[in-house]
């Protein structure tokens, strides 16, 4: 029987720019909301910065975390894949709930194609 995933990509807007250019504590709210999701970091965050922001990124065994931050327009994209049994959703919550993102202001950008 083949592992089922996981899967959330989320947009998040009203996001303070102090708290999305603080790359140490974006990679730290990475590692929580994998723990969240039931899944095991496989090392540390990958951080990378840019002109326009940052992107944190934490490969786990059993699936992915990855944020790309854009503290000038106050958001960020979230990728969160998870082997079943965990819950992308939770590691959402716990990212959306740390930057302060009010109701409403995380918008799912779609579920994955079915496959096979």
């Known amino acids: ?3 089922g995933f996981d899967h959330c990509l989320a947009e998040l807007s ?26 095991s970091p496989g090392g540390l965050p990958l951080v990378r910065r840019g002109p326009q922001g940052s992107s944190v990124a934490l490969v ?3 699936g992915h975390l990855v944020m790309h931050a854009a503290p000038a327009r106050g958001g ?10 965990g819950s992308a959703a939770r590691g959402l919550d716990v990212i ?3 930057l302060g993102v009010q109701r409403g202001s995380a918008a799912a950008l779609g ?5 096979g």
């Open 60 to 62: 786990c065994l059993d």
């Open 1 to 3: 029987m083949p592992a």
């Open 96 to 98: 959306a709930r740390r």
């Open 14 to 39: 009203g996001v303070a720019a102090e708290r999305l250019d603080d790359v140490d504590a974006l990679a730290a709210l990475i590692v929580s909301a994998a723990s969240a999701s039931g899944i």
């Open 111 to 115: 579920q994955p194609p079915e496959l």
């Open 76 to 85: 960020c994209l979230v990728d969160i894949v998870v082997r079943s049994p």
